[in-house]
């Protein structure tokens, strides 16, 4: 039987660590590193989902990837 090395130890602990306040959520406004903004769909501890302003799809990136990418702008986005 081989052994399988995956450079974790025994009991290690798997998940990301984000804490539960930092997890966006639905309708938060945040903008990447060019300033291009997005609207946060959905999110979970492991992805979160939003939409890039001008861009009719949604997207979906690891929360942990989203977090270090993307800043804050503001809370929900209305529209008038």
Known sequence: ???KLTGHLPGARLSPK???ADIPYSGQ???DNRGNGV???GASIYRVKFIRDGY???CEMPTSR???DF???GG???EN
């Open 71 to 73: 800043t804050l702008t």
């Open 39 to 41: 609207t946060v769909t």
């Open 1 to 3: 039987m081989n052994k």
């Open 18 to 20: 984000i804490e539960s």
């Open 29 to 31: 406004r945040w903008k």
């Open 66 to 68: 989203f977090l270090n």
């Open 76 to 78: 929900s986005h209305h």
């Open 56 to 58: 009719e799809f949604p």
